[in-house]
């Protein structure tokens, strides 16, 4: 398999390629790009019911199913057949502040010490996926879309809330990583 392939591409080719989704979506329907919004559209798919948030054409937007579910399968068949030595590379520097923090084992795609079903069961486990879960729903939410649906689709089309809600994602992600998070692996 050549290498291409198999190794991460550098942001100055895979950020254009993920661009181009937006004017592809555009041209070949008026298709607004999205992941969230899925959700939605199962409820409304699997539970049909009179509220009033679910009582749209989900039909219209059966593409997006679709796409995702592309997305599930290319991550899947890339998991299976592309992936390199399995290894993650991480910086020494914070391989060296994660150490402090007892996480060294990088054979997988996140933190073997912090995500496996044990570590759900404790507080710090708990606040990280269960509480991290929620957060990331309700923020969903809150800002009628996702960080694929904002900061890739809304930022193109020049859209004000998407700016906003982009700056708010980036910032909470500055003060998650630097202050919240490094308390939470102290737990």
Known sequence: MPSTVQEPWPWYIAGPLIGLTVPALL??????????????????VCFPAKIPYFQYDY???????????????????????LHGDGHVAVAPALQQELSGYGIN???SQVPVQLY????????????????????????????NGCTSGHSIFGLSTLQWPSLVATV????????????????????
């Not at 041209?27 to 409304?44: E, Q």
């Not at 593409?63 to 890339?78: E, P, S």
């Open 27 to 44: 041209l070949l329907g008026n298709k607004a790009f999205g992941i969230s919004s899925n959700l939605r559209h199962l409820c409304a």
């Open 59 to 81: 039909k219209s937007e059966s593409w997006n199913l679709w796409f995702a579910a592309g997305i599930m399968a290319g991550a899947f068949l890339a998991m299976q057949f």
């Open 105 to 107: 084992d990088y054979s």
């Open 116 to 143: 496996n079903w044990p570590a759900l069961l404790t507080l710090r486990g708990w606040l990280l996926l269960v509480g991290g879960g929620f957060l990331v729903g309700f923020g969903t939410r809150y800002a």
């Open 168 to 187: 708010c994602f980036m910032l909470g992600g500055f003060l998650m990583a630097n202050y919240i998070l490094p308390v939470l692996l102290r737990l």
